[in-house]
C-alpha cells in the first residue's frame, strides 16, 4: 500500500484551504443565517478549477483525479459545507454523467461550460434532478412523466429537495416514458432552466447547508428536444444508480470536512480554556473525547481515499462508496455533537461555529443515499 500523497494533491488540498479560510470564512455565519447563496464562492471555485475537477481539459475541466478532488473537498467542507455540496453536485453527479454517458454533441454544448462552472462570464453550473415527493430512497418510483412525441419528449411533474435549484443553468432529470417497463422505462434529459414551462419553487427554509438553495421545480407540458436524452432508452435508472456511487464519494469527503472542522476547533479551544486551574485538554475527560475523534475522523479519511483511489484506477467502487458514506456521515453527526459538548455554552452560540456544524453535518446521513440505504447496498454486496 503506498499512502503517499503526490506534490500535486498537496497543492490541490492547500489551494482549497487558503480558499476556505480567505474567501469561504469571511461572511459564513451570515451567509447561514440569512440562507444567502455563495455565489462569489461558487465563481471563484470556477476560477480555481474546481468546479469540473476530475473531467477531461477537452471539455473544459481540469483533468484531475478524484483522490485531488476528495481532498479538495474535506478542506472546503470544514468551514463552508454549503459551498461545498454546490461543487459535490456539479463534480459528481452532474459534469461526471455527462462525460461518461453523454454524447459528443451534449459534451460540447453542455459539459464545457459546467467544468468552466462559467458561460459568457455568468456563474453556469448544474443540478440533479431526480427525488420527488413519492420517490425518496425508492428512486425507481418516478411519478415524473416523458412522454415520446418522437423528435422530442413532453416533460412534465415536480422535483424535490434540488441541491442548485434556482442558481442552476441546466437540469439532469430522471423522468418514466414507460411505466409498464418500471425501472427500465426510465430516462434521463438535459433540461435547460429557462425553458417554457419550468418553474422554480420556493426555497426551502432548511436546518442545515443554508447557504445552499435547495428548492422544488416542477416541468408543465415541457419540451424536451430527443437529443437531449442521455443515452438509449430506459438507462435513466442506470445512469441515476452509476452517477450517484461516485457522488456518494463526494458527500463522504464533504462529511469528513465537516468532522474535521469540528475537530480542529474543538481541539484548539480545549488548550485555551481553563477549568479548575488548567487547560480542559489536561483533563482526562476531554482527552478521551479528542482521542475518538481524531481515531473516527483518521478512519472515515482512509475510507474516503480508498473509495476514490479505487475510482481512479477503474475498479469496482460501490461497495466502498456506500461505506465511506455512512461511516464518515454518523462520523460527522458524533464529533460535531462532542464539539459542542467540548465548548460547552459557547458551542451552543453561532459566532463559535462548531453549532452550524452540527447543523450541517445531519443531511449527509440523508442526501445522496441515506445510512439506512448505505446498509441496504452494503448488505447485499457482502451477502452475494
Not at 68 to 88: F, H, N
Request: hydrophobic fraction near 40%; include cysteine; charged fraction near 25%.
Amino acid at each position: 500500500m503506498d499512502f503517499q500523497i503526490s506534490d500535486e494533491q498537496l497543492m490541490i488540498r492547500q489551494a482549497a484551504r487558503d480558499f476556505a479560510r480567505l474567501d469561504c470564512l469571511p461572511g459564513v455565519i451570515e451567509r447561514d443565517e440569512h440562507q444567502i447563496f455563495p455565489r462569489e464562492q461558487v465563481l471563484k471555485l470556477s476560477d480555481l478549477g474546481f468546479m469540473g475537477m476530475m473531467v477531461d481539459p477537452e471539455y473544459g475541466g481540469s483533468g484531475l483525479d478524484t483522490v485531488s478532488y476528495v481532498l479538495a473537498m474535506e478542506e472546503i467542507s470544514k468551514v463552508d459545507a454549503s459551498t461545498s455540496v454546490c461543487m459535490s453536485v456539479n463534480n459528481s453527479l452532474v459534469c461526471w454523467g455527462l462525460e461518461f454517458f453523454g454524447s459528443e454533441e451534449q459534451k460540447r454544448k453542455y459539459l464545457h461550460p459546467l467544468a468552466q462552472g462559467r458561460k459568457d462570464g455568468n456563474l453556469y453550473i448544474g443540478a440533479f434532478l431526480l427525488s420527488e415527493p413519492e420517490a425518496g430512497s425508492d428512486a425507481s418510483s418516478q411519478h415524473t412523466t416523458a412522454e415520446d412525441k418522437g423528435d422530442h419528449y413532453l416533460l412534465n411533474g415536480t422535483k424535490n429537495w434540488i441541491t442548485n435549484g434556482s442558481s442552476a443553468s441546466v437540469y439532469l432529470v430522471m423522468a418514466q416514458t414507460d411505466p409498464t417497463q418500471g425501472s427500465k422505462g426510465i430516462n434521463t434529459f438535459i433540461v435547460e432552466k429557462d425553458q417554457p414551462g419550468v418553474s422554480v419553487g420556493v426555497k426551502e427554509n432548511k436546518m442545515g447547508i443554508r447557504g445552499s438553495d435547495t428548492h422544488s421545480i416542477s416541468f408543465s407540458d415541457v419540451k424536451v428536444p430527443r437529443i437531449n436524452r442521455i443515452g438509449d432508452h430506459g438507462f435513466g435508472f442506470t445512469f441515476a444508480m452509476k452517477t450517484l456511487a461516485g457522488g456518494r464519494i463526494g458527500i463522504a469527503a464533504q462529511a469528513l470536512g465537516i468532522a474535521s472542522g469540528a475537530y480542529e476547533l474543538a481541539l484548539a479551544y480545549s488548550k485555551q480554556r481553563k477549568a479548575f486551574g488548567t487547560e480542559i485538554a489536561k483533563h482526562q475527560a476531554i482527552q478521551f473525547k479528542l482521542a475518538d475523534m481524531a481515531t473516527r475522523i483518521e478512519a472515515a479519511r482512509l475510507l474516503c481515499l480508498k473509495s476514490a483511489w479505487e475510482k481512479d484506477n477503474g475498479q469496482d467502487y460501490g461497495l466502498s462508496s456506500s461505506m465511506a458514506k455512512v461511516f464518515s456521515s454518523e462520523t460527522a453527526m458524533w464529533v460535531t455533537t462532542e464539539a459542542v459538548q467540548i465548548l460547552g455554552g459557547y458551542g451552543y452560540v453561532k459566532e463559535y461555529h462548531v453549532e452550524r456544524l452540527m447543523r450541517d453535518a445531519k443531511i449527509t446521513q440523508i442526501y445522496e443515499g441515506t445510512s439506512e440505504v448505505q446498509r441496504m447496498v452494503i448488505s447485499r454486496q457482502i451477502l452475494k
